[in-house]
């Protein structure tokens, strides 16, 4: 059984690998126990946010400092927008419309965030709110894979067990990664 769940874990962690297959990933930094690695996409933006994909791996199993997605063990991967974000090259990105596209419940709604579950995959997906808006209803119900990462709001990581993902997603900030970010592990 244990067997069976982890290759289903992988097959589901290389559809999301799908979803950024064309672009490279450069190591950007290290928080606690992990490396960050971060892959900036072209905006629209003329206020000075860009839009980046984040993969969280851990240490001691980021050995490149390129790679492309499906080269790097991530636990957490995040779509983000950042103001104060990374000096690398933005890249060209398109959402790849040839993978299953999840469709996620809402499991826990606060005034932060919407936390969605995807029944049978071993997946948890936090979308962050806008901290501008007042309302906790920012997002729907059920929401795709496709339309989730595109908010560039978005944070997903696999879950290892019942008891939901071992990665805390509160440490994000709307500037750079928050450096007070705690694991729950």
Not at 122 to 135: A, F, G, I
Not at 136 to 154: K, V
Request: glycine fraction near 4%.
């Amino acid at each position: 059984m244990l067997i069976a769940i982890v290759v289903y874990s992988i097959i589901v962690m290389d559809i999301i690998n799908s979803c950024f297959r064309d672009i490279t990933f450069t190591k950007v930094e290290a928080k606690e126990r992990f490396a960050i690695y971060a892959a900036a996409v072209t905006s629209s933006y003329g206020d000075g946010r860009k839009q980046y994909i984040l993969a969280f791996v851990p240490e001691h199993l980021a050995i490149q400092d390129v790679a492309y997605i499906f080269d790097l063990r991530w636990e957490n991967i995040q779509t983000r927008t950042l103001k104060n974000g990374y000096k690398i090259q933005p890249q060209r990105w398109t959402l790849p419309r040839d993978i299953p596209n999840f469709m996620f419940e809402l499991v826990e709604r606060t005034q932060d965030k919407s936390k969605y579950r995807s029944g049978g995959h071993p997946l948890e997906l936090v979308l962050l709110h806008d901290p501008k808006k007042t309302s906790s209803y920012q997002y729907h119900n059920r929401m795709n894979l496709l339309a989730c990462l595109i908010t560039f709001r978005c944070v997903i990581s696999i879950i290892d067990s019942a008891l939901g993902s071992n990665f805390d997603t509160t440490f994000v900030d709307n500037g750079k990664i928050d450096p007070s970010f705690e694991l729950i592990k």
